[in-house]
């Protein structure tokens, strides 16, 4: 089994994902996307979003981390996609599934699903961009409003000659709402030759392996249930147990004890109050702690409240 931590925008960041992949089970982790206009972004710019690129383009714990790409632009994603190469990147992702309505207005992520033939474009103009033994992925939803058009962009995908896609088995429109439509990724899988990842609405093994015997794949991306249960990645990888809430909470506090960039004293606690909203969905006990730390703007206060958790339990 093949396991992706998916590309969360405003989530898995660069600390996410040395803390995620420390914990073990990922063989790839995937970028927040970088959108590209008409311009060749300068090498801060992946640096930022990707700063495993100045280690060999893994995480501390090993796991590749591959940059995402978006927009709307063949020639100009092209060419930084080029960039991002040259900069380390093991492979190049191309985003066709952002729901967010910002991005869709300015003709990004999922509202390209509505031009299968625009899809075709941008992937084979990067595909020719990138030298051949790096891998070209790609990450669609089923369709924009419904699933009229989703055999075609499949088919428009493996054309381009992609060499991997992957599914979030739901329609923009779709959201996050569940249920995720896995049968429809075997459905994709018979029309295309190229390997498909499974995404959307992986939580646990169980799920896993509905989704598993429902999509007919053996690769999966995990995103919102990765942050929910911190070590999602081992419990589906190795049959791991899932961590304990003390485990969680010695977590947080190694967490709070990650570089930043600028001394960003407003991280630590935005970014652990909003990773809150997901330990919630997996530990009742996230409940009442976050209650008592929601208030709080200083990271040291927040840190000293699960430091106090800890020891009384």
């Not at 995620?20 to 930022?48: H, M, W």
């Not at 979003?49 to 893994?58: A, N, Q």
């Not at 100009?76 to 080029?82: K, Q, V």
């Not at 924009?144 to 599914?167: G, P, R, S």
Request: charged share 20%.
């Amino acid at each position: 089994m093949r396991l992706i931590l998916a590309p969360m925008e405003g989530v898995v960041d660069a600390q996410m994902r040395q803390l995620l992949t420390s914990l073990g089970g990922y063989d790839l982790c995937v970028t927040e996307f970088i959108r590209v206009n008409e311009q060749k972004l300068p090498a801060k710019v992946f640096y930022r979003l990707c700063p495993e690129l100045h280690t060999e383009g893994k995480t501390r714990a090993g796991t590749p981390v591959r940059v995402q790409l978006l927009g709307q632009s063949p020639q100009w994603l092209a060419l930084n996609a080029n960039t991002a190469i040259e900069l380390g990147s093991p492979g190049i992702d191309l985003n066709f599934g952002c729901p967010a309505k910002t991005v869709n207005n300015s003709r990004g992520g999922a509202v390209l699903l509505k031009e299968p033939e625009l899809i075709y474009q941008i992937i084979k103009a990067v595909r020719e961009a990138v030298p051949c033994e790096q891998p070209v992925s790609a990450k669609i939803r089923l369709g924009y409003e419904d699933t009229q058009q989703t055999l075609e962009i499949a088919d428009a995908v493996a054309q381009a000659k992609a060499d991997e896609l992957t599914v979030h088995a739901r329609t923009k429109t779709d959201g996050y709402r569940p249920p995720a439509y896995w049968p429809w990724i075997a459905t994709i899988q018979q029309r295309i030759t190229i390997p498909i990842v499974a995404n959307g609405e992986i939580w646990d093994q169980n799920s896993l392996e509905q989704c598993r015997a429902q999509s007919q794949v053996n690769a999966f991306m995990v995103g919102r249930g990765a942050v929910a249960t911190p070590n999602l990645g081992a419990v589906l990888k190795h049959h791991a147990s899932k961590m304990s809430w003390s485990d969680v909470l010695t977590l947080l506090i190694e967490f709070a004890k990650y570089p930043t960039d600028d001394n960003n004293t407003i991280y630590f606690p935005s970014r652990t109050k909003q990773w809150f909203s997901y330990l919630k969905l997996s530990y009742p006990q996230a409940d009442g702690l976050f209650r008592r730390i929601r208030a709080f703007r200083d990271g040291e206060a927040i840190l000293q409240c699960f430091i106090q958790e800890l020891e009384q339990m």
